[in-house]
């Protein structure tokens, strides 16, 4: 089991979420010390323990599992649907994580950051289309 992965993957989910640790500790009914420990990888999360952060974080539990073992992300093969999400958070998590983007996202909250991160990914025509449906949505509030 690859501690260190999934590690560094429950740290960028929750603040991602921008949630606490003494709020996911909370919501696992464990300690806020005891929930450190697996963000540092001295520890490891139990199998209910994933089921409930999966849970948390709104995205299958599988997606947490095949993160303990490289090997098990070549030989996953997910249903189309779930693979588009599950490359969705992969990339929108590594978006987060890049010391590129650590001083257009410091202010942002979560949905806006998602909202960059979206737009980033789309064609300028497409971005062109959704700042006018933006404008035209603000003007109706």
């Known amino acids: 089991m690859n501690n260190s992965l999934i590690a560094k993957r429950l740290k960028e989910l929750r603040k991602s979420f921008e949630y606490t640790q003494e709020f996911v500790a909370s919501y696992l ?25 999966a849970s948390l974080y709104h995205i299958p539990v599988n997606e947490l599992l095949k993160l303990l073992s490289p090997n098990a992300l070549e030989t996953y093969k997910s249903p189309e649907n779930n693979n588009i999400a599950s490359n969705m958070l992969s990339d929108f998590l590594d978006y987060l994580g890049n010391p590129d983007n650590e001083k257009k996202l ?36």
């Open 106 to 141: 410091k202010m942002l909250n979560r949905k806006e950051k998602e909202l960059l991160f979206c737009f980033e990914k789309i064609s300028p025509k497409d971005q062109d289309d959704i700042l006018e449906f933006i404008k035209i949505k603000a003007k109706n509030k």
């Open 29 to 53: 009914n464990i300690g806020r010390q005891a929930y450190s420990h697996y963000e540092t990888g001295r520890n490891a999360p139990t199998t209910d323990t994933l089921y409930k952060l």
